[in-house]
């Protein structure tokens, strides 16, 4: 199923003027330009943050290497950083790093093994050390897109985006409508705060466990 379209920045613009009534000063709003671009673009940074908007999760792969243990976010969250799950392949299967490195792993940090935990700081860090080469499944929230040209899309549901901007522009200019933009605002915010964030977004620090060590193959690592 292919990803949704959503409208551009200018297609926006012209609805919430023609809902408070400015819809022939033309698509570019004139004075107003500037105020209404803002209530749409706050509008979809806090919607942004509310919940994890299913057409923007999706994984990032990339390499870890011998004796490494600190990685660079994906470019493609680099800014807000939203991390779901890491996911590591080990022996041909796939299997879940725990978030939160304790104060007791960093004394066997240079143990080498395959990474069990991560930490998010400015990079990633990574327990243990790595053994070898593996690939990490980052699963993330990918960052919003450019949002401050006419042309620019939303990022996510337009719909959520222009009832918020209309809301608070309706409030702004005082209009005898915004209340009930205001109830139905809160509706929908109500709606999405009941939504559950992935289950990473909240981890409990414990004692690590010693690091496992790869298994050793007779004929390949040990020799009878």
């Given at each position: 199923m292919p990803a949704p379209t959503y409208r551009t920045l200018g297609e926006l613009r012209r609805v919430v003027l023609a809902r408070l009534g400015f819809g022939g000063q033309g698509a570019s709003g004139g004075a107003n330009q500037v105020l209404i671009d803002s209530f749409l673009q706050e509008g979809q940074n806090m919607l942004y943050h509310l919940q994890d908007w299913n057409n923007l999760k999706f994984y990032d792969e990339v390499d870890v290497g011998t004796e490494q243990n600190v990685i660079d976010f994906p470019a493609s969250c680099s800014r807000h950083r939203r991390i779901l799950k890491i996911e590591l392949?080990?022996?041909?299967?796939?299997?879940?790093?725990?978030?939160?490195?304790?104060?007791?792993?960093?004394?066997?940090?240079?143990?080498l093994s395959y990474p069990q935990r991560y930490e998010r700081y400015e990079q990633i860090s990574l327990w243990p050390k790595a053994n070898g080469v593996y690939t990490l499944r980052i699963w993330r929230i990918r960052d919003l897109g450019r949002f401050t040209e006419d042309n620019d899309r939303c990022s996510i549901d337009d719909s959520m985006v222009l009832l918020h901007a209309t809301t608070f522009a309706k409030a702004h200019y005082r209009q005898p409508d915004a209340s009930a933009y205001q109830g139905q605002l809160d509706t929908l915010l109500a709606s999405i705060r009941g939504y559950s964030f992935g289950s990473n977004s909240v981890y409990t620090r414990c004692t690590a466990d010693a690091p496992l060590q790869r298994p050793q193959v007779v004929g390949r690592d040990v020799f009878p």
């Open positions: 392949l080990n022996g041909g299967l796939w299997r879940e790093l725990r978030e939160g490195i304790p104060t007791d792993a960093w004394n066997t940090m240079d143990t």
